[in-house]
């Protein structure tokens, strides 16, 4: 199974709001494949003037770099990211910060139904 978390740049401490992640970590079960880098989250494009759908377009570029994964687990995810998400086929589970406050430590605790 391909979890994804996302993660500030240390590439382990969880971002609450998935939107604004500096990379996404892709894991295969517990051992980590790699780091995909989230552009929206680092201040690459600009929310002035967007429309939802513009919005959600913009979020899509982002995540297509996810496409084949099956999971990500999030703390917050805004509208039009959870659609982008969900839109190339991702389930979007929501979590909570005692569930885990590293990448690692999150993906073990569902793994092992801890969650």
């Given amino acids: 199974m391909k979890i994804i978390v996302a993660v500030d740049t240390d590439k382990q401490t969880i971002v609450k709001k998935t939107g604004q992640a500096a990379f996404f970590a892709i894991y295969n079960d517990d051992k980590i494949l790699e780091y995909i880098e989230n552009f929206h989250g680092r201040g690459k494009?600009?929310?002035?003037?967007?429309?939802?759908?513009?919005?959600?377009?913009e979020h899509a570029k982002d995540v297509a770099g996810l496409k084949g994964c099956d999971i990500i687990l999030v703390q917050a995810v805004g509208e039009s990211m959870r659609i982008s998400l969900e839109e190339i086929g991702l389930k979007v589970k929501k979590v909570r910060k005692k569930d885990g406050l590293t990448a690692d430590e999150l993906v073990k605790n569902f793994l092992d139904d801890n969650i």
Wanted: aromatic share 0%; no cysteine; hydrophobic share 10%.
């Fill in 45 to 57: 494009h600009n929310h002035n003037n967007m429309t939802q759908t513009e919005h959600t377009s």
